[in-house]
């Protein structure tokens, strides 16, 4: 079973979506700008995926121009700022058992597939 992070208006997300669905696996939708992840999910999510939790942040979002540019945070702040502000997360992440990938480019998700 898969899980994907997923904001239906972003053309790479339904993409990713796309892929999933036409290989048969069962998937869960989560829109995470809906339904945000914890703290403890997204740390989970940033292991998962074996990057630092300011890798995972939408750069070009007008949120992090005006609030988070040029600043220093902790992992921790990143991913309180992430839980705040959702908008701020990469998307779309598809996550099967303790395995995460970032669905960029979308075809990335068929390292989970199969």
Request: overall charge negative; charged content about 35%; glycine content about 6%.
């Amino acid at each position: 079973m898969l899980k994907i992070l997923h904001n239906p208006r972003c053309q790479k997300s339904r993409q990713t979506l796309q892929i999933i669905e036409e290989s048969g696996e069962m998937v869960t939708v989560v829109e995470y700008l809906k339904t945000v992840p914890s703290k403890e999910e997204l740390q989970d999510i940033v292991n998962m995926l074996g990057i630092e939790p300011q890798d995972l942040i939408r750069k070009g979002e007008a949120i992090y121009k005006e609030e988070f540019k040029d600043k220093t945070l902790s992992g921790e702040e990143w991913i309180e700022a992430m839980v705040e502000h959702p908008k701020l997360i990469e998307r779309p992440i598809v996550i099967k058992g303790n395995k995460a990938v970032l669905g960029r480019p979308p075809e990335k998700v068929k390292e989970l597939l199969g």
